[in-house]
């Protein structure tokens, strides 16, 4: 019997942010198929979604989020089920899996992100000291902060497969 994914339920830890759900049909053990995916705002409760399910089938799930409200962009198929990492964003992150009941009922995935990746900021404010930042009279002016010899391998981007939750590259 065809149903519909009624709804996703985020916590409250990710009010005001886009997220990307992707579904999967379980066909075996560790074989899925792409089903689609929808992009929604979380409003720390339930969202709505449609998305074609059939009763007594069994689904993956998976959601993520770059922990801002900007559109998601990332093209996701049924032959590419990656996503690039990024060196300026956050990168949030959950998955599961549900088994569709009979018509009529509410499917609901719970979604609780959890930091994957977590952007870096360093902030560098003189005004209360003595100091002296050469170059950057003018606030348009920025400095470069390099990494020490040791660390220079430590940031960088890679592929986060959606299936199996591993980063490479």
Known sequence: KLNKL????????????????????????????YVGHKDAKSKGGLESLALEVYAGRTYK?????????????????????????AIDKD????????TISEVGNNNIANIQFKH???????????????AYLQNIGDPTQSIDVTLNGQSVDYFKVGSL???TDEITG
Do not use: C, H, M
């Open 6 to 33: 009624a709804s996703t339920s985020t916590s409250n830890n990710a009010i005001d942010i886009t997220y990307r759900f992707v579904l999967f049909q379980k066909i075996s053990n560790d074989n899925y198929k």
């Open 61 to 85: 799930w998976v959601a993520y989020s770059y922990n801002n409200n900007d559109v998601i962009t990332d093209v996701i198929n049924g032959s590419s089920l990656s996503i690039q990492t």
């Open 91 to 98: 990168l949030l992150y959950d998955s599961g899996e549900l």
């Open 116 to 130: 994957r990746l977590a952007r870096i900021a360093i902030t560098l404010d003189a005004n209360e000291y003595p």
């Open 161 to 163: 497969n959606l299936l």
